[in-house]
């Protein structure tokens, strides 16, 4: 399936929450329960790094996003990544070009660390980071519940081989 990637825009959010909605339905993807609104969404994501996956008759089929680990500045360069796809564009590497963009823009902008926390029953989701360069650091049990069961969170993290380089050359 031939897609283009863009940057996210406001009017992508229909589609984007519809994606976000499959992927709570899952049970594999989120602890959330319901998609929040835009204007929750938005404040919780950073406005540099969030892009939409479209097919070629323009049908937005998957989304990322990067989100602040915290406000402190010590953290500035460290971000948590969010990748959905639709279920209907599942096994087309779309996930792929989609978390490779949020990599390739995370370093543009100066972060030197991205982090995901994904449940360990998502095969594919764990698959996929390892073979951008993540690697699983720990798995933090029983994180939370979810509709009444414990649930584990493989933790993993990717370091930048560009951002942050110099700096560790030189010590």
């Known amino acids: 399936m031939p897609i283009t990637i863009h940057p996210m825009q406001a009017a992508d959010w229909t589609a984007?929450?519809?994606?976000?909605?499959?992927?709570?339905?899952?049970?594999?993807?989120?602890?959330?329960?319901?998609?929040?609104?835009?204007?929750?969404?938005?404040?919780?994501r950073l406005p540099h790094s969030r892009f939409v996956a479209r097919?070629?008759?323009?049908?937005?089929?998957?989304?990322?996003?990067?989100?602040?680990?915290?406000?402190?500045c010590v953290y500035a360069g460290v971000a948590e990544v969010s990748v959905y796809v639709s279920p209907t564009a599942w096994g087309h590497g779309i996930g792929k070009q989609l978390l490779q963009t949020l990599i390739d823009s995370a370093e543009a902008t100066g972060f030197w660390t991205l982090q995901a926390g994904i449940f360990?029953?998502?095969?594919?989701?764990?698959?996929?980071?390892?073979?951008?360069?993540?690697r699983v650091v720990g798995r933090r049990e029983k994180l939370g519940q979810q509709y009444g069961r414990w649930r584990d969170v493989l933790f993993l993290e990717r370091r930048s081989k560009i951002v942050g380089a110099h700096e560790e050359a030189t010590e």
């Open 120 to 134: 360990p029953e998502n095969v594919a989701s764990v698959t996929l980071h390892e073979k951008l360069g993540f």
């Open 55 to 72: 097919s070629e008759a323009g049908e937005v089929v998957g989304w990322a996003a990067l989100s602040a680990v915290s406000n402190r």
């Open 16 to 44: 984007v929450a519809q994606i976000y909605a499959d992927g709570i339905a899952t049970g594999e993807a989120t602890f959330e329960t319901e998609v929040p609104n835009w204007d929750t969404w938005n404040a919780a």
